[in-house]
T-cell receptor
Framework: GAGVSQTPSNKVTEKGKYVELRCDPI?????LYWYRQSLGQGPEFLIY????????DSGLPNDRFFAVRPEGSVSTLKIQRTERGDSAVYLC?????????????FGPGTRLTVL | AQTVTQSQPEMSVQEAETVTLSCTYD???????LFWYKQPPSRQMILVIR??????QNATENRFSVNFQKAAKSFSLKISDSQLGDTAMYFC???????????FGKGTRLSVIA
């Protein structure tokens, strides 16, 4: 009965580097969401997967951000040429099939610090 | 676009007392869903309570209840018999009908004092 897990829990990188953040959703959950939470703010939506496909990527801030979910379970958020403004906690959530009556279960997040 | 506003950045309450957290939202949708999430220092967001806009009855989950005023677009959370474990950030969130993402407010930091 594991929940949503995210690795690493903390990531420190230098400006300009590439990073990958991983999310392991609850087994059997087809819907997976990525959110970004900056200091003092609520989470902001980045991208939503239904199975293997990105159903809504309207929240990705620019083309440096990309996410995949090749087998419909684990997802990876990829950030190229990181900037200091990318520093935030990146949260992943999964739900059984998506939609407002399915509870979104959140992981503990990855705190990304760009120096 | 939908917006969610939480006007109380911080609140405190004595243990065993009752506290109400405020939330207002803006939408042109008629059917939608509202949520309160709790985020303790461990960072893991936990769903506290959910309200469907088409239901007139206010949702209740044990010590947690909401006051949903659809015309006023208001959705407050009442915590009764506050416990030390209730200390956390509380986020109000909105979701449209269909498979859409959550839209969160900025949160209210609640401290329960012994």
């Amino acid at each position: 009965g594991a929940g949503v897990s995210q690795t690493p829990s903390n990531k420190v990188t230098e400006k300009g580097k590439y990073v990958e953040l991983r999310c392991d959703p609850i087994s059997g959950h087809t819907a997976l969401y990525w959110y970004r939470q900056s200091l003092g703010q609520g989470p902001e939506f980045l991208i939503y997967f239904q199975g293997t496909g990105a159903a809504d990527d309207s929240g990705l801030p620019n083309d440096r951000f990309f996410a995949v979910r090749p087998e419909g379970s684990v997802s990876t958020l990829k950030i190229q040429r990181t900037e200091r403004g990318d520093s935030a906690v990146y949260l992943c959530a999964s739900s059984l099939s998506g939609g407002p009556l399915d509870t979104q279960y959140f992981g503990p997040g990855t705190r990304l610090t760009v120096l | 676009a939908q917006t969610v506003t939480q006007s109380q950045p911080e609140m405190s309450v004595q243990e065993a007392e009752t506290v109400t957290l405020s939330c207002t939202y803006d939408t042109s949708e008629n059917n939608y869903y509202l949520f309160w999430y709790k985020q303790p220092p461990s960072r893991q967001m936990i769903l506290v309570i959910r309200q469907e806009a088409y239901k007139q009855q206010n949702a209740t989950e044990n010590r947690f209840s909401v006051n949903f005023q659809k015309a006023a677009k208001s959705f407050s959370l009442k915590i009764s018999d506050s416990q030390l474990g209730d200390t956390a950030m509380y986020f109000c969130a909105f979701m449209k009908e269909g498979n859409t993402p959550l839209v969160f407010g900025k949160g209210t930091r609640l401290s329960v004092i012994a």
